[in-house]
T-cell receptor
Framework: GQSLEQPSEVTAVEGAIVQINCTYQTSGFYGLSWYQQHDGGAPTFLSYNALDGLEETGRFSSFLSRSDSYGYLLLQELQMKDSASYFCAVRDQDSNYQLIWGAGTKLIIKP | DGGITQSPKYLFRKEGQNVTLSCEQNLNHDAMYWYRQDPGQGLRLIYYSQIVNDFQKGDIAEGYSVSREKKESFPLTVTSAQKNPTAFYLC?????????????FGNGTRLTVT
């Protein structure tokens, strides 16, 4: 079957660095995406990895290892506004390239 | 500004009634999607459309229907056949329906059925 696993909740301190992991099991992996969603709001796209390695966009970086079926989102210099839920999603060739979503990780930031 | 508009933000209905959720985009995107989000769960795909006048069922299409008569519009009808309709519904669009096109989401409609 197809599944994604990510921690349900992560807590970190303002100014620190936090890593949110995502492991996946899909038959037709085509790429790993990350989305951010504030409470009650719309998910917004953060990053996409199709190939192994690190992609950096400002304070956020995303990593992919296809051989390990694993990726992570790294958030640096945490700010209170980063408090949100973060979803990993895999694009799956065998599902007509539609996204399969993880359950989300709630990031709690303490001052 | 380009974007996706969902209306209304909150919707209340009695059990047994059909209800239609609106989704309009002015991004000129070919593909549009409807997702359902329940607490503590990831997004689940209801229906998607990669081009006007064509749409496909997602993972949880039972009890829902859609139409795509115009590129800009992709309304979702929650029918009385949907057993647990109370949820947060998100509409999204992307440039195309495949590959790595990121999804742009509307602000969602929270539907409560009693």
């Amino acid at each position: 079957g197809q599944s994604l696993e990510q921690p349900s909740e992560v807590t970190a301190v303002e100014g620190a660095i936090v890593q949110i992991n995502c492991t996946y099991q899909t038959s037709g992996f085509y790429g790993l995406s990350w989305y951010q969603q504030h409470d009650g709001g719309a998910p917004t796209f953060l990053s996409y990895n199709a190939l192994d390695g690190l992609e950096e966009t400002g304070r956020f970086s995303s990593f992919l290892s296809r051989s390990d079926s694993y990726g992570y989102l790294l958030l640096q210099e945490l700010q209170m506004k980063d408090s949100a839920s973060y979803f990993c999603a895999v694009r799956d060739q065998d599902s007509n390239y539609q996204l399969i979503w993880g359950a989300g990780t709630k990031l709690i930031i303490k001052p | 500004d380009g974007g996706i508009t969902q209306s209304p933000k909150y919707l209340f209905r009695k059990e047994g009634q059909n209800v239609t959720l609106s989704c309009e985009q002015n991004l000129n995107h070919d593909a549009m999607y409807w997702y359902r989000q329940d607490p503590g769960q990831g997004l689940r795909l209801i229906y998607y459309s990669q081009i006007v006048n064509d749409f496909q069922k997602g993972d949880i299409a039972e009890g829902y229907s859609v139409s795509r008569e115009k590129k800009e519009s992709f309304p979702l009808t929650v029918t009385s056949a949907q057993k647990n309709p109370t949820a947060f519904y998100l509409c999204a669009s992307s440039i195309d329906g495949v590959r790595n096109s990121p999804l742009h989401f509307g602000n969602g409609t929270r539907l409560t059925v009693t």
